[in-house]
T-cell receptor, first 115, second 114 residues
Framework: AQKITQTQPGMFVQEKEAVTLDCTYDTSDPSYGLFWYKQPSSGEMIFLIYQGSYDQQNATEGRYSLNFQKARKSANLVISASQLGDSAMYFCAMRGNQAGTALIFGKGTTLSVSS | NAGVTQTPKFQVLKTGQSMTLQCAQDMNHNSMYWYRQDPGMGLRLIYY???????DKGEVPNGYNVSRLNKREFSLRLESAAPSQTSVYFCASSQGTAPPGTQYFGPGTRLTVL
């Protein structure tokens, strides 16, 4: 069965510092995709970044980068230079193969950024 | 370009009542999804529609039905609401099954069943 694990319920960081949010996954499918979404207190789900299993380089999108370690089955999100607006819940998700391109989500990590 | 829209935003039902959650997307996406989010949990798939005219069950389909009305619209129906269906419901859409299959979400519907 495919599974996403996020072991950090909450993380705290100061403004302008970098922070890493952990994500490990389990799948036997050689082809898969990994996603990170942000959910602010307003509730919407915002797509941040994507990594394909065959991509050679780690994905980057502005201040977000995905530290993809295939052998360890980890896909950690790195946020550089944290801002107050980064305070939110962050979900790691994997594109599964049991139901089309439906996503399998972890339980999320709450990030709090302080000034 | 509104993306994915959902109505209503909030709803309170009594046990046994029925209702339909509406979802529409204007991105010409082929695939659409319904998820529910419960406290302390990630999103779980209820039903999905890989393309117009097809629907399939996800992880937690019991108590729900769906209709893919056309390419734009995908509705979720609760025939006889139960307190266990109190949750936040998200609709999402994606271009299709080819990578990356990035899903874009609506703003959610917060449903309370008393």
């Amino acid at each position: 069965a495919q599974k996403i694990t996020q072991t950090q319920p909450g993380m705290f960081v100061q403004e302008k510092e970098a922070v890493t949010l952990d994500c490990t996954y389990d799948t036997s499918d050689p082809s898969y995709g990994l996603f990170w979404y942000k959910q602010p207190s307003s509730g919407e789900m915002i797509f941040l970044i994507y990594q394909g299993s065959y991509d050679q380089q780690n994905a980057t999108e502005g201040r977000y980068s995905l530290n993809f370690q295939k052998a360890r089955k980890s896909a950690n999100l790195v946020i550089s230079a944290s801002q107050l607006g980064d305070s939110a819940m962050y979900f790691c998700a994997m594109r599964g193969n049991q139901a089309g391109t439906a996503l399998i989500f972890g339980k999320g990590t709450t990030l709090s950024v302080s000034s | 370009n509104a993306g994915v829209t959902q109505t209503p935003k909030f709803q309170v039902l009594k046990t046994g009542q029925s209702m339909t959650l509406q979802c529409a997307q204007d991105m010409n996406h082929n695939s659409m999804y319904w998820y529910r989010q419960d406290p302390g949990m990630g999103l779980r798939l209820i039903y999905y529609s890989a393309s117009e005219g097809t629907t399939d069950k996800g992880e937690v389909p019991n108590g729900y039905n769906v209709s893919r009305l056309n390419k734009r619209e995908f509705s979720l129906r609760l025939e006889s609401a139960a307190p266990s269906q109190t949750s936040v419901y998200f609709c999402a859409s994606s271009q299709g099954t080819a990578p990356p299959g990035t899903q874009y979400f609506g703003p959610g519907t917060r449903l309370t069943v008393l």
